[in-house]
């Protein structure tokens, strides 16, 4: 069935750091793909999406290309902040299936001063 | 903006008690709203699709009798787990659809609830 594997964490970095959190998935047919965002005490929030080959969802800094051919979707961002400091789901949908989200495991980022 | 309300947001039970979680769409009508459960350190597993005004519709695996889900109205979606045991201690997180039309639907998360069975 379909499947997202991404990077264990904690993931930890200094401020102005450059972040990058691996993504990979398992899918037949298109996917759409997601990263969410967890900050402590709040829900998952979308940070960005993509829907298609070689689409580039972007927001906030953070962006991630939809990688047909390596079935990829990392996520980065150039220079984090100790306010990114939060758990970061990877997910997909199938074709056909947009409510249907299957995530990852999530990846604590963890961003010092 | 869109916002989804869950209540308790931490409960502890004794084993044997029945829980009942609830998940609110605030300022928004939701037909359709998800349940989830996650363990630690992995990922979110969906449990059940809440349809308003019909029964609910689990992923296989979840069981529809130790995890009941009422979808009584636009704005509420209830998660019951009967009989509660050790093993159901878990987080469970609901999200609610907001249809937004031509395509723009939007999926919003509750901040979760903490389960812990003793």
């Known amino acids: 069935g379909d499947s997202v594997t991404q990077m264990e964490g904690p993931v930890t970095l200094s401020e102005e750091a450059f972040l990058t959190i691996n993504c990979t998935y398992t899918?037949?047919?298109?996917?759409?793909l997601f990263w969410y965002v967890q900050y402590p005490g709040e829900g998952l929030q979308l940070l960005l999406k993509?829907?298609?080959?070689?689409d580039k969802g972007s927001n906030k800094g953070f962006e991630a290309t939809y990688r047909k051919e390596t079935t990829s979707f990392h996520l980065e961002k150039g220079s984090v902040q100790v306010s990114d400091s939060a758990v970061y789901f990877c997910a997909l949908t199938p074709r056909g299936g947009y409510n249907k989200l299957i995530f990852g495991a999530g990846t604590r980022l963890a961003v010092h001063p | 903006g869109a916002v989804v309300s869950q209540h308790p947001s931490r409960v502890i039970c004794k084993s044997g008690t029945s829980v009942k979680i609830e998940c609110r769409s605030l300022d928004f009508q939701a037909t359709t709203m998800f349940w989830y459960r996650q363990f630690p350190k992995k990922s979110l597993m969906l449990m059940a699709t809440s349809n308003e005004g019909s029964k609910a519709t689990y992923e296989q695996g979840v069981e529809k009798d130790k995890f009941l889900i009422n979808h009584a109205s636009l704005t509420l979606s209830t998660l019951t787990v009967t009989s509660a045991h050790p093993e159901d201690s878990s987080f469970y997180i609901c999200s609610a659809l907001r249809e937004a039309g031509s395509g723009a639907n939007v999926l919003t998360f509750g901040a979760g609830s903490r389960l812990t069975v003793l």
């Open positions: 899918a037949t047919g298109y996917p759409s």
């Open positions: 993509a829907t298609k080959a070689d």
